[in-house]
């Protein structure tokens, strides 16, 4: 006997760990079935589970579970990112707890002290993505600096370098001066402020009180000025194009250019050029082949350069900023002090300001690879879902830049590049190779940098998969999981991981490395806006789960994930869609005391029943669309799909509708029985992808055999629509719904029963009313049924197709009461509307309120106009009465 009320808790754990151990979760590389593969995005090994890993990992599970029951070998590749700052910084702590540096143990030491945390300490977010429910082949999870992973980077480097692809540049990068390392442009925050706009005064070499005046946020950069550019079109200028402007402070002469990078509307016109500290300015640098200062050292202190005077040697750059202000001050070259916002690039691990940098650097030559990558989504062997999402890839893959694939850091590949003591380099997969390359009295040095967490994710579709060993085992995988069938993530990696991917898949597996990428949106809070700690609206979503059960927010997440639409996520969002898991426990409890039970033997295309036939019509209807939304990716609509067919259709209309015939013990008690049974038994089945636990505790207290997890996809072959059994019972819905609607809309008591009189009814009508009369009477709460050919007086009128239903009201309320009830909420909708129209009318209004309360304005003004326009119909009718 089920359990009065239904406990996750009490459930989840013991049931995961059933799932895990009958091997249903594994895929089978020695099976004949057509494979289904997903690359899971691999998490940070420091990481835990977020409310956008939820998202994700849900709607990947879904997929796995749906096809898994298609009966498709499903492959769900898991894995963790080893995280190259993350992971470092987190023992970094541990060590500066101790009072200790990395430098203090050395790098192998260090190394060891992270294997041993990640050991022991890695890896939470793996146990925390089983509380989520979801079903990766966990028997193959791997890791991306275990050994098989790390071959696959070291052949990969290799052979790019032969190929010219991967080279050494001194180019800009982004610097982390607390972290000592270039960072990518995910790792970048921007965050706006106040701040200021130094217009300062160059004076004109040889030109008496000749000045060109520029402007800059960063004063201290002057420090590495090479020109000052104006647009080749600004007539202010045209002279001075070729002559020369003293620096001030350092007294260099640096050339007037002309560049179309000048804006002549922007301030003077004139630019400042820094080409080692500004990524514009480097390419105008690189134009004009500028001579390129690089001011700073590692830790953002003034460098110790002949070109600048040696007080300001090892000052921080945020003192010898003061010193430069005060300076140019005294000189009179200060001529303005502007209250700006900006926004500066933080490092999102460090919290301190990036600087551009120049430096020597490993860089992917992207252009090149990107090509092939840029054909596979214009030729359709790649599809975005949304499609819109092809435009940006198309924007930043026509727009590469070089990718800096190395860092200053110790945790990560290291470099496969050796140099011999002429500055010489040797790249290959070992040390020795490398040795045999320079010659065997060579003294070799290893570069020290390890490569871009993104170097090894890209390989992430077919490393994973035994690349690049030649066994027998991973051609067989290879061929049969590679290339994958979808990908889900984020929009906010599309670069930095999914065209990474692209490029690397292609041009080592010479195919894509997926067919589909399907883009899901953000999770925000219930108002729209973007969770963050600082506004205190993070949702955590193991919390959701100690509250809620996985189901519920499993279930959320699904039915919230339109296209294209961000998630506005709530905890009574949440709480409906726990309620619906109770409607199916309870629902199944009522079958279970009812003894609804299909026998082995039931065939439910033979069903006499009008009820039966029509509600395994709309079962075989249900799956269908469930089908069609997975196949189009709308996982909003599959599950809104099974939800409305759950609770609308079979517990509050089918259950509602045979209660009599149970409870009467009639001829059909038993035909509904079997039906109950069986059809319940198809919606654990077809639930199951959405909300694993429930479904799978239901059908084994129900009689299941086996497990969900293992079990078929319902095909329903042979079950065709019973057309008249349909419209019958819809024409149910609608007259039960007609009756049920006047009744609220006219107050009447819910325990009081009235009279139904219909007038003008067909004989098809009259004969409804006769086979379904007492279903009506019960489920409209109603005294009697009659036909009759006049309209009593007192009495509220409504039409059901051809007839005229008649419900006399005059008895049971107030009529006058009723009418002045209606009148005065229908005038306070029309205050509450007048509200809400003068302040979407009102311009300042629009102008500073966020988006989302414009759009929740709008939402309740809809609102009420359509409960003041159901009112006055009330009213209208009331008038007549």
């Known amino acids: 006997m089920l359990d009065k009320t239904f406990d996750p808790k009490a459930i989840e754990e013991k049931l995961y760990a059933r799932w895990e151990a009958s091997g249903a979760l594994a895929c089978n590389p020695d099976s004949s079935a057509q494979t289904f593969t997903i690359m899971m995005p691999p998490p940070n090994v420091t990481g835990s589970l977020h409310i956008g890993h939820a998202l994700n990992h849900t709607l990947q599970d879904v997929l796995i579970r749906y096809n ?139 030109a008496q009180e000749e000045f060109i005046t520029v402007a800059t946020t960063r004063p201290e950069t002057m420090l590495g000025d090479t020109a000052v550019a104006v647009h080749p079109d600004d007539e202010r200028y045209k002279d001075m194009v070729g002559k020369f402007v003293v620096l001030p402070i350092t007294g260099r002469l640096i050339p007037i250019i002309a560049d179309e990078y000048s804006d002549p509307e922007k301030g003077s016109g004139a630019v400042k050029i820094t080409p080692a500290h500004d990524f514009n300015d480097f390419e105008v640098g690189r134009r004009h082949d500028l001579p390129m200062i690089n001011i700073f050292d590692i830790h953002a202190c003034i460098a110790h350069l002949e070109s600048i005077p040696s007080e300001y040697h090892g000052l921080d750059r945020y003192d010898a900023r003061k010193k430069i202000l005060v300076e140019l001050d005294e000189q009179d070259y200060l001529v303005e002090v502007e209250d700006i916002k900006n926004a500066l690039p933080y490092g999102d691990r460090s919290g301190v300001v990036i600087e551009p940098y120049l430096t020597d650097q490993w860089y992917v030559d992207a252009k090149t690879l990107a090509a092939p990558a840029i054909d596979a989504v214009k030729t359709g062997k790649v599809e975005f879902v949304p499609k819109n999402w092809e435009n940006t890839y198309f924007e930043w893959m026509n727009n590469i830049q070089p990718w800096c694939i190395s860092r200053q850091l110790w945790w990560g590949h290291q470099i496969p590049a050796w140099y011999d003591e002429d500055g010489k380099v040797y790249v290959a997969e070992s ?165 609804c039970r299909a026998s082995d033997d039931f065939d439910p295309s033979c069903t006499a029943y009008a009820p039966n036939q029509w509600i395994i019509s709309q079962l075989v209807k249900t799956r269908s669309l469930i089908d069609k939304a997975f196949e189009e990716m709308r996982f909003n609509e599959a599950a809104q799909a099974i939800y409305q067919f759950t609770w609308g259709t079979f517990c509050d209309w089918y259950l509602e509708f045979t209660k009599p015939v149970l409870q009467s013990g009639s001829e059909h008690a038993d035909e509904v029985r079997q039906t109950s049974g069986w059809v319940l038994s198809q919606i654990y089945k077809l639930l199951n992808p959405f909300m694993p636990y429930i479904t799978e505790e239901l059908y084994r207290n129900m009689g299941g055999q086996g497990m969900l997890i293992s079990a078929q996809w319902p095909s329903y072959e042979g079950l065709k629509p019973n057309e008249d059994a349909n419209s019958k019972m819809e024409w149910l819905i609608r007259i039960v719904s007609e009756i049920r609607s006047v009744r609220a809309d006219m107050n009447v008591p819910a325990g009081a029963k009235i009279k139904l009189m219909v007038k003008d009814a067909k004989p098809k009508t009259q004969e409804n009313l006769t086979e379904f009369d007492e279903i009506i009477r019960r489920m409209a709460r109603l005294e009697s049924i009659e036909l009759t050919g006049e309209v009593p007086k007192g009495s509220i009128q409504s039409i059901v197709d051809e007839a005229t239903i008649i419900l006399p009201v005059a008895e049971i309320i107030d009529l006058d009461a009723e009418r002045a009830r209606l009148q005065k909420t229908i005038e306070k909708l029309d205050q509450d509307i007048q509200k809400i129209d003068q302040q979407l009318g009102n311009e300042q209004f629009i102008s500073k309120a966020p988006a989302e309360v414009i759009e929740e304005k709008k939402q309740q003004k809809t609102e009420a106009e359509t409960t003041k326009n159901k009112l006055s119909q009330a009213l209208k009718q009331l008038a007549s009465v």
């Open 68 to 206: 898994r029951l298609k009966g498709r070998d499903a492959l769900w590749q898991p894995g963790t990112d080893h995280a190259g700052i993350a992971t470092q910084m987190v023992v970094e702590r541990m060590l500066d707890a101790e009072g200790i540096s990395r430098r203090d143990l050395g790098r192998e030491k260090f190394l060891e002290r992270v294997w041993d945390w990640k050991a022991h300490s890695g890896g939470t977010i793996v146990g925390q993505l089983r509380r989520l429910g979801t079903t990766p082949d966990w028997s193959r999870e791997r890791f991306t600096m275990d050994e098989g992973l790390s071959a696959a980077v070291l052949k990969v480097f290799v052979k790019l370098y032969e190929e010219g692809l991967i080279y050494r540049d001194k180019r800009l990068v982004n610097w982390d001066p607390k972290l000592k390392t270039s960072v990518s442009d995910l790792e970048v925050e921007q965050r706006e402020q106040k701040g200021h706009m130094w217009h300062i005064r160059y004076p004109v070499e040889g």
């Open 431 to 595: 040390e020795a190779e490398a040795q045999k390359q320079a010659g065997e009295d060579a003294v070799l040095t290893r570069d020290p940098d390890v490569l871009d967490t993104w170097f090894s994710s890209a390989l992430w579709p077919f490393s994973t998969l035994g690349w690049p060993d030649e066994s027998a085992q991973t051609k067989t995988m290879l061929e049969r999981y590679y290339p994958g069938d979808v990908l889900v993530t984020g929009f906010d990696i599309i670069f930095f991981w999914v065209a990474r991917m692209m490029m690397m898949g292609i041009h080592f597996m010479g195919d894509v490395p997926f067919k589909k990428v399907y883009m899901h949106a953000l999770v925000r809070d219930a108002k729209g806006q973007k969770m963050s700690k600082s506004k205190g609206n993070v949702m955590d979503p193991l919390d959701l789960i100690e509250k809620f059960g996985t189901d519920a927010l499993r279930f959320t997440l699904i039915a919230m994930a339109a296209q294209g639409r961000d998630i506005k996520l709530s905890e009574e969002r949440i709480e409906g869609y726990r309620n619906f898991a109770t409607k199916l426990w309870n629902a199944s409890r009522y079958c279970e005391m009812n003894e």
